[in-house]
């Protein structure tokens, strides 16, 4: 099994940025790739950003070029740098890892960071 924990949410004003942290623990070797999600009330959960363990990334059209995805491998740990926030950037974020087991892939998720993006 994989245990994440999200930190770094919080309350930021239009244009501003914030980091946010998702550490990896337990069956970490078998994570393959990881990502953020987020869901706004009354909307569905939405891939934000991805990054595969080669370090291939993808981003949502709407954080292209204000989110970046990236990995330490050596701290178990995937960021979300996210800059030019905008009040539709409000959130909770989630933090999703998909591990290996077996012969079949397992998604496994952190408990979620609020992101508040005031106008």
């Known amino acids: 099994q994989v245990q994440l924990v999200e930190s770094g949410g919080g309350l930021v004003q239009a244009g501003g940025s914030l980091r946010l942290s998702c550490a990896a623990s337990?069956?970490?070797?078998?994570?393959?790739?990881m990502a953020w999600f987020r869901q706004a009330p009354g909307n569905q959960r939405e891939l934000v950003a991805s990054?595969?363990?080669?370090?291939?990334?993808y981003y949502a059209n709407s954080v292209k070029g204000r989110f970046t995805i990236s990995r330490d491998d050596a701290k178990n740990t995937v960021y979300l740098r996210m800059n030019s926030l905008k009040p539709e950037d409000t959130a909770v974020y989630f933090c999703?890892?998909?591990?290996?087991?077996?012969?079949?892939?397992?998604?496994?998720w952190g408990q979620g960071t609020q992101v508040t993006v005031s106008s």
């Open positions: 990054i595969a363990d080669g370090g291939g990334t």
């Open positions: 337990g069956n970490t070797f078998a994570v393959n790739a």
């Open positions: 999703n890892a998909v591990a290996l087991e077996g012969d079949r892939d397992v998604d496994y």
